[in-house]
């Protein structure tokens, strides 16, 4: 299935994987990054197109496409068992996540921190889009999505591989004062209704991030954010 990729940095990132099919870009942009774009296509010989801005603006569904569209095959999901071979032992899993800008960030996040891969389940959740690429700013290029159909039967999996689960919910204990070290899967929930019951009594241990202020939640996407990159810290200080 092929799919537009809008932006600069993700269509960079599909063209660094090799991708990309055909790319479209503005008529008399040749600024900053689009240079850059227009090189790696050359590379590999890929057809480049001159389009008006009007043209771009529909192929990007409205989205801000920066002067720069690219046509690719659609994107490749893998599977659980080869993300865990050799891995750094960090997973993060999304209970039915479905806002693609949610995803892209924590995408984002996920690969700045050096996790695996992300687990989604099949039903209810957002998947891989031109959005997610976009709020990922490319980062989803380089890291591994999971479409698993039972989210408990999956935990159950990763605690038979060494893994330790932690979900995040607002009744759980502070996640400073969790060990996080060694194999980690977070999982956060949905942005509304947060962890579902069944996922929720399957976790090794229930985590929170405090609040001091008005406001007592946080975009699930922050929330994942902070987590990820404290258990990021807890094992670099391992190595040190």
């Known amino acids: 299935m ?6 600069r940095n993700p269509v960079i990132e599909v063209l660094k994987n090799k991708r990309v099919d055909k790319l479209y870009v503005q008529k008399g942009n040749f600024e900053g990054s689009i240079r850059k774009i227009y090189a790696l296509a050359k590379e590999q ?33 893998r599977k659980l068992e080869d993300i865990i071979k050799g891995s750094s032992g960090r997973l993060i899993m999304l209970e039915k996540i479905e806002d693609p800008h949610n995803l892209g960030a924590i995408a984002r996040s996920a690969e700045a921190a050096g996790f695996d891969g992300i687990i989604i389940p099949k039903h209810k959740s957002v998947y891989v889009n031109d959005a997610v690429y976009k709020s990922s700013a490319g980062a989803i290029e380089n890291i591994s999505v999971v479409i698993e159909n039972n989210l408990s039967n999956t935990i159950e999996k990763l605690k038979k591989e060494g893994y330790w689960i ?9 996640y400073n004062r969790v060990d996080l070290r060694g194999k980690v899967c977070l999982v956060i929930g949905n942005e509304g209704k947060g962890l579902g019951h069944s996922v929720k009594k399957n976790c090794d241990e ?20 902070i987590l990820m990159f404290e258990v990021l810290r807890q094992n670099e200080e391992v190595k040190i």
Do not use: F, R, W
């Not at 092929?2 to 932006?7: A, C, H």
């Not at 932690?166 to 502070?174: R, S, V």
């Open 45 to 77: 010989n890929i057809l480049i197109t001159e389009l008006n801005k009007k043209k771009l603006d529909e192929m990007a569904g409205g989205g801000n496409h920066q002067g720069v569209v690219a046509l690719v095959s659609g994107y490749e999901y």
């Open 2 to 7: 092929k799919e537009y990729i809008y932006g």
């Open 166 to 174: 932690y979900g995040a919910d607002m009744e759980g204990k502070n």
């Open 206 to 225: 229930i985590i929170s991030i405090p609040m001091y202020g008005k406001i007592n939640s946080l975009n699930a996407s922050c929330a994942a954010s």
